[in-house]
């Protein structure tokens, strides 16, 4: 079973920047994308960010230019680093993998239980 753990939430005032960071842990054999995605209250979850298992990124047009999405596949963890934050980016932040814990097994979907991210003064 593949674990996703999230870290690096809390409270920041308007134009500071937090570090999100997700580990992976369990049997992975291959990992075909890593998302951000971030849900506020009474929202639907969107997504914020991608990388794929080539490297490609994309960042939603609301936080492009701002947050910035990575990954150390030696450690099997992607980073979101945000920065000039907005009182409307508060949400809770979820990362999501899809990955494979074998050649022949289908991918398959996985979340973290999400960390809290209020921009607040």
């Known amino acids: 079973q593949v674990q996703l753990t999230e870290s690096g939430g809390g409270l920041v005032q308007p134009g500071g920047s937090l570090r999100l960071s997700c580990a992976a842990s369990?049997?992975?054999?291959?990992?075909?994308?890593m998302n951000w995605y971030r849900q506020a209250p009474g929202e639907q979850r969107e997504l914020v960010a991608s990388?794929?298992?080539?490297?490609?990124?994309n960042h939603a047009d609301s936080v492009k230019g701002r947050f910035t999405i990575s990954r150390d596949t030696t450690k099997r963890a992607m980073y979101l680093q945000m920065n000039s934050l907005k009182p409307e980016d508060t949400a809770v932040y979820y990362c999501?993998?899809?990955?494979?814990?074998?050649?022949?097994?289908?991918?398959?979907?996985?979340w973290g239980q999400g960390t809290q991210v209020t921009v607040s003064s």
């Open positions: 999501y993998m899809k990955s494979a814990r074998a050649p022949w097994a289908q991918p398959s979907d996985y």
């Open positions: 990388i794929t298992s080539d490297g490609t990124t």
């Open positions: 369990g049997i992975i054999f291959s990992i075909q994308a």
